[in-house]
Nanobody, 118 residues
Framework: QVQLVESGGGLVQPGGSLRLSCVASGSISSWYIMGWYRQAAGNKRELVATITYDGRTNYQDSVKGRFTISRDNAKKMVDLQMNSLKPEDTAVYYC????????????WGQGTQVTVSS
């Protein structure tokens, strides 16, 4: 069983920065893709960024050049550095660990609120 705990959310002004962290307990093998998703009020949960065990990354177009995902496999941590934040980045951010092989599993954290407002 894997548990994910996020931290680092909060209130920030437009143009500001925040760093989200997620630490996993339990076994996170090399098959797991780690990622960050977000859900704004009234909207569906959407992918923000993902990273593989060997560091390959994928970003939603709206955050490219502003957000950076990183992963520390030894510490079982994944971070999301968010710069040049915009009001439309306001959402609850969720950490995710998922694999499809050798079996399909997906785990979610409890979420952390990010609010971008002046």
């Amino acid at each position: 069983q894997v548990q994910l705990v996020e931290s680092g959310g909060g209130l920030v002004q437009p143009g500001g920065s925040l760093r989200l962290s997620c630490v996993a307990s339990g076994s996170i093998s090399s098959w797991y893709i780690m990622g960050w998703y977000r859900q704004a009020a009234g909207n569906k949960r959407e992918l923000v960024a993902t990273i593989t065990y060997d560091g390959r990354t994928n970003y939603q177009d709206s955050v490219k050049g502003r957000f950076t995902i990183s992963r520390d496999n030894a510490k079982k941590m994944v971070d999301l550095q968010m710069n040049s934040l915009k009001p439309e980045d306001t959402a609850v951010y969720y950490c995710n660990a998922a694999r499809v092989f050798p079996s399909a599993n997906s785990y979610w954290g409890q979420g952390t609120q990010v609010t971008v407002s002046s």
